[in-house]
């Protein structure tokens, strides 16, 4: 079974148990994971479930798109490398995916 591992600003880390097909930030917000906001609801039109992903994952994860990478200049936290918008990640049959949550989101 897929497993997102959510950790918050603080360090805190929630383990959850997904479904393949759903993204990260529909998992998140329907398991109550703090600091995932999902103002637009996934439909790439806010930047409030910005998620930084472990480095070493990142190459397990599709490329982002255009569209992600535009709205991602537009967080309440600064973008880095590993940034990527929990709704454009689906989640995998075999994903065991670590994600952190910036300190905000709005």
Same mark, same amino acid.
């Given at each position: 079974? %897929?497993t +997102?591992?959510?950790?918050d600003?603080?360090?805190?880390?929630?383990? +959850? /148990? #997904?479904?393949?097909?759903?993204?990260?930030?529909?998992?998140?917000v =329907?398991?109550?994971? %703090?600091? +995932?906001? #999902? @103002?637009?609801?996934?439909? *790439?039109?806010?930047? &409030?479930?910005?998620?930084?992903?472990? $480095?070493?994952?990142?190459? /397990?994860?599709?490329?982002?798109? $255009?569209?992600?990478? $535009?709205? *991602?200049?537009? &967080?309440?936290?600064? =973008?880095?490398? /590993?940034? =990527? *918008?929990?709704?454009? +990640?689906?989640?995998? @049959?075999?994903?065991?995916? /670590?994600? &952190?949550?910036?300190? &905000?989101?709005?």
């Amino acid at each position: 079974m %897929p497993t +997102i591992h959510y950790t918050d600003y603080d360090g805190k880390t929630v383990d +959850i /148990n #997904a479904k393949a097909g759903d993204s990260v930030m529909e998992t998140a917000v =329907r398991n109550g994971v %703090p600091g +995932i906001v #999902a @103002e637009c609801g996934g439909s *790439l039109s806010c930047a &409030t479930c910005h998620v930084f992903v472990r $480095e070493d994952q990142l190459g /397990n994860l599709p490329a982002m798109g $255009e569209m992600e990478d $535009e709205m *991602l200049y537009g &967080t309440s936290v600064d =973008r880095e490398e /590993n940034s =990527r *918008l929990s709704c454009q +990640i689906k989640v995998t @049959e075999d994903m065991d995916l /670590n994600v &952190t949550t910036p300190q &905000t989101q709005t």
